[in-house]
């Protein structure tokens, strides 16, 4: 089993930032995949960033150049920087670990942006 717990949500003014960290505890395999979806009111749940076990990163379009993930394979952790954050970047954040053809999620952080 897995478990995960966001952590670094909040309130922020457009053009600020957040930094999302992730903890990881259970059995983590070394080749997951870590992630970070987001969902918004009243839209679906949509993938933000991922990253693999050797630091290969995606991101969804909105948020190139603004937001990093990183991950610390010795710690169990998965971050995600987020800066210039707009209005739209309002949503609950999920971390997630895939591995073993499964994926585990966790309870999700809250950001808001406000205008």
């Known amino acids: 089993q897995v478990q995960l717990v966001e952590s670094g949500g909040g309130l922020v003014q457009a053009g600020g930032s957040l930094t999302l960290s992730c903890a990881a505890s259970?059995?983590?395999?070394?080749?997951?995949?870590m992630g970070w979806y987001r969902q918004a009111p009243g839209k679906q749940r949509e993938l933000v960033a991922t990253i693999s076990s050797g630091g290969r990163t995606n991101y969804v379009e909105s948020v190139k150049g603004r937001f990093t993930i990183s991950r610390d394979n010795a710690k169990n952790t998965v971050s995600l920087q987020m800066n210039s954050l707009k209005p739209e970047d309002t949503a609950v954040y999920f971390c997630?670990?895939?591995?073993?053809?499964?994926?585990?999620w966790g309870k999700g952080t809250r950001v808001t942006v406000s205008s």
């Open positions: 259970g059995n983590i395999f070394r080749n997951s995949n």
């Open positions: 997630n670990v895939e591995q073993d053809a499964k994926n585990y």
